[in-house]
């Protein structure tokens, strides 16, 4: 029973298959294949560009009743620190030598007198990691911020020589 679906009913079927999401929107592409496509997630692929294999799981949905757990969280790069585990107790023992607490502010944030260049350097040079294993310098910058850590900047020559005029 394949039925010609017009442009418009084509048009209402993928605008509320967008609105849905996990579960529903895949019983809802399962139902629709099954009342118009004869069942067949690949025809339904061809007529209205879903995922046959969205498809194909929403129909195993419906037959068994079990409902596959759309497992989000585990999407996404993980954090270097989780990928290296002890890159944050590393960064930690080097950069604690550079530990100075600034008089003049009143606030527990440290100042170091170093850059992530120089820490993503002394890590490979101290701490024996390859230049593969190790994040950029702007990934070490950042860690060493969530880390509590605050960099001084780096001066713009240029800025300063046209201050002093």
Same mark, same amino acid.
């Given at each position: 029973?394949?039925?010609?679906?017009?442009e418009k009913i084509k048009s209402s079927l993928k605008d509320a298959a967008k609105k849905l999401t996990g579960f529903k929107?895949?019983?809802f592409m399962a139902q629709v294949t099954i009342d118009y496509f004869n069942s067949s997630p690949r025809r339904a692929e061809t007529e209205l560009g879903w995922s046959r294999q969205a498809i194909a799981t929403?129909?195993? %949905?419906l037959e068994t009743g079990i409902i596959c757990v759309d497992n989000?969280?585990? *999407?996404?790069?993980?954090?270097?620190?989780?990928?290296?585990p002890n890159l944050e107790e590393d960064i930690k023992s080097l950069v604690d030598i550079y530990w100075q607490e600034d008089p003049k502010i009143q606030s527990t944030f440290a100042l170091k007198k170093i850059s992530a260049r120089a820490v993503?350097?002394?890590l490979k040079e101290e701490k024996g990691?390859?230049? %593969?294993?190790?994040?950029?310098?702007?990934?070490?910058?950042?860690i060493l911020? *969530?880390?509590?850590?605050?960099l001084k900047k780096k001066k713009n020559k240029t800025?300063?020589?046209?201050?002093?005029?």
């Open positions: 029973m394949v039925t010609e679906l017009t929107k895949r019983a929403g129909l195993k %949905e989000y969280r585990a *999407r996404g790069r993980k954090k270097t620190e989780e990928l290296l993503r350097e002394a990691y390859s230049d %593969e294993q190790l994040p950029s310098r702007q990934t070490i910058g950042d911020n *969530r880390m509590g850590y605050s800025a300063q020589k046209n201050h002093k005029n």
